[in-house]
């Protein structure tokens, strides 16, 4: 329904399946689609590995942190950022 108010086609089937690999829909999904997602994710991960190198000058360089938190939900105590980075370790590993 979004789709047709922008005027695009719509990447659902008639069963208002999401495309996938198994029922055969990502030939409605742009090329330019995933050539920005690659992009997008390359230049996240360089300017990571860049950062990383640098880290010998930053005595404050926390492997990870790429100093994006638009919400400002990471906290300004030392201890509020302990328990976040654990949480963050715990909720990754449970992840895998």
């Known amino acids: 329904k979004i789709a047709s108010v922008l005027g695009m086609e ?3 089937d008639a069963g ?3 495309p996938s690999l198994l029922n055969g829909g990502m030939d409605k999904i742009s090329p330019l689609w995933w050539g920005f997602c690659l992009g ?3 230049a996240i991960d360089l300017y990571g590995v860049q950062r990383s190198r640098t880290a010998a000058m930053d005595p404050g360089y ?3 942190d790429l100093g ?3 919400l400002g939900l ?3 105590n030392k201890e ?3 328990r976040m980075q654990l949480a963050e370790i715990k909720h990754g590993r449970t992840a895998m």
């Open 10 to 12: 719509p990447a659902v």
């Open 16 to 18: 208002d399946r999401v």
């Open 40 to 42: 997008l994710t390359a």
């Open 62 to 64: 926390i492997p990870g």
């Open 68 to 70: 994006f938190d638009p």
């Open 74 to 76: 990471y906290p300004k």
């Open 80 to 82: 509020g950022q302990k």
